[in-house]
């Protein structure tokens, strides 16, 4: 039998399906691995992947039924990382097998190293050099979001410059072939103070601890910077920001 695609009539489309790539990006201590981890109001079940610091005195806060999966990943020689790529890719087998759930690459741009000590083609001409990597990606991500997976990349933050000059914004720092995948972008901030003051004053003391006078409450905040399926709502900040309501906010859940 001759192969027909699906057709529609104007004005009818497919279902829409959940899933899709997020980056989620800051400065250190803004929250991102938390963020991630607080999803299981989205689905119950979270698959971790870290290649950042521990996460185990976050990791024990999920309440998600169905747990957490979790392993943490480095590499210094390309065997290594061959390995750590192949235990990645099982953990991605493993999550879209079961279906909804939520699946995490914590330091993506650290991840990105462990791809390119993996991959990279050093006979390869320029850039071409990477082909291996970029395809790798595209390979890892795309299977998770047609499988209807929230797939979340955290990445630290880098001051974008133009001619030798700040602009005083910030983007994410990591495999810049990434951006060829993601459908939404969230910059993570918060008040914490950018440094410390000589002489701290106190207000009092709590045990052997004493009380800041002008510390300020921690307030988290989370911009959309990128909404590819929704670009209205780019630019929009929402305060103390978790997964639901970013996705609420992107009209992808009711």
Not at 106 to 126: E, S
């Amino acid at each position: 039998m001759t192969y027909q695609p699906q057709h529609f009539a104007p004005g009818e489309a497919p279902a829409t399906k959940p899933g899709g790539i997020i980056m989620v990006y800051g400065h250190p201590g803004v929250g991102k691995s938390w963020f991630t981890i607080n999803t299981w109001d989205v689905a119950d079940t979270l698959f971790f992947a870290n290649f950042d610091r521990d996460a185990s005195h976050l990791v024990k806060k999920y309440e998600g039924k169905g747990g957490v999966y979790y392993d943490q990943f480095t590499a210094l020689t390309k065997p290594q990382a061959e390995g750590v790529l192949e235990k990645i890719q099982g953990m991605a087998n493993a999550a879209i097998s079961t279906g909804k759930s939520v699946f995490v690459l914590d330091n993506a741009a650290a991840a990105a190293d462990i791809v390119v000590l993996a991959l990279y083609d050093p006979k390869g001409y320029g850039a071409m050099s990477y082909g291996g990597v970029n395809t790798w990606w595209r390979n890892f991500l795309l299977p998770l979001e047609k499988a209807g997976i929230w797939c979340l990349l955290t990445g630290p933050s880098k001051e974008v410059w133009e001619e030798l000059k700040s602009t005083g914004f910030y983007a994410s720092d990591g495999w810049k072939h990434l951006v060829y995948h993601i459908m939404g972008e969230i910059w993570l901030t918060n008040n914490r103070p950018p440094g410390g003051k000589n002489n701290p004053k106190s207000t009092g003391a709590a045990g052997e601890l004493e009380l800041p006078a002008d510390y300020p409450a921690l307030e988290y905040k989370g911009q959309i910077m990128l909404a590819k399926k929704r670009p209205a709502v780019q630019g929009m900040i929402m305060k103390n920001p978790t997964l639901k309501g970013i996705l609420r906010a992107m009209k992808e859940i009711e």
